[in-house]
Antibody, heavy 117, light 113 residues
Framework: QVQLKESGPGLVQASETLSLTCTVS????????VSWVRQPPGKGLEWMGR???????DYNSALKSRLSISRDTSKSQVLLKMNSLQTEDTAIYYC???????????WGQGTLVTVSS | DIVMTQTPSSQAVSAGEKVTMSCKSS????????????LAWYQQKPGQSPKLLIS???TRESGVPDRFIGSGSGTDFTLTISSVQAEDLAVYYC?????????FGSGTKLEIK
């Protein structure tokens, strides 16, 4: 069955770079699109960006200058890197996937990232 | 960016009652070429990841109970739960996928009396 699992550091210092990994199973990254969505504690959802099944990427313009999404198909992993972190980047980070690029059929459990000043 | 506005922010209903919640977009989500509305609804239960309920404004995902009904077109959309169950306690989000950045509403929190 389709599964996505996020991993990475739970605590990052302000101004540093966040690296998260989404490991998927049950589907191929060359068939499914994968997005990253984040949610500050107690708040709503924000789409960060995606890597399409063909390998192209799209980013939220609000984050584009700080964000990079890539993948390693041999490891079934999607990688997120975001630099210059601030305390307002504290959030649960979800990876999501699906056959459609534009909505989110499958979700990981999420990983909480706290940015410390 | 397309702004999604959800109302109310929260509401409390008794089990068995009907509930409706609204989602309005700052521009039309109806694509003229295919006559489809580019809107999805999600349910997020406490402590869980969101779950996709509805796409194309009214198409339920497989396994979603038929008490969840999506409707609307253009800029005005509604999620109706025809007979609320205790397990429907959650925050409900709409999402537009007409244009990037993909954007969500701020959510409607459903509480059970």
């Amino acid at each position: 069955q389709v599964q996505l699992k996020e991993s990475g550091p739970g605590l990052v210092q302000a101004s540093e770079t966040l690296s998260l990994t989404c490991t998927v199973s049950g589907f191929s990254l060359t068939s499914y699109h994968v997005s990253w969505v984040r949610q500050p504690p107690g708040k709503g959802l924000e789409w960060m960006g995606r890597i399409r099944s063909g390998g192209s990427t799209d980013y939220n313009s609000a984050l584009k200058s700080r964000l990079s999404i890539s993948r390693d198909t041999s490891k079934s992993q999607v990688l997120l890197k975001m630099n210059s972190l601030q305390t307002e980047d504290t959030a649960i980070y979800y990876c999501t996937g699906g056959l459609r690029a534009n909505w989110f059929a499958y979700w990981g459990q999420g990983t909480l990232v706290t940015v410390s000043s | 960016d397309i702004v999604m506005t959800q109302t109310p922010s929260s509401q409390a209903v008794s089990a068995g009652e009907k509930v409706t919640m609204s989602c309005k977009s700052s521009q039309s989500l109806l694509y003229s070429e295919n006559k489809k509305n580019y809107l999805a609804w999600y349910q997020q239960k406490p402590g869980q990841s969101p779950k996709l309920l509805i796409s194309w404004a009214s198409t339920r995902e497989s396994g979603v109970p038929d008490r969840f009904i999506g409707s609307g077109s253009g800029t005005d959309f509604t999620l109706t739960i025809s007979s609320v169950q205790a397990e429907d306690l959650a925050v409900y989000y709409c999402e537009q996928y007409y244009d990037t950045p993909l954007t969500f509403g701020s959510g409607t929190k459903l509480e059970i009396k």
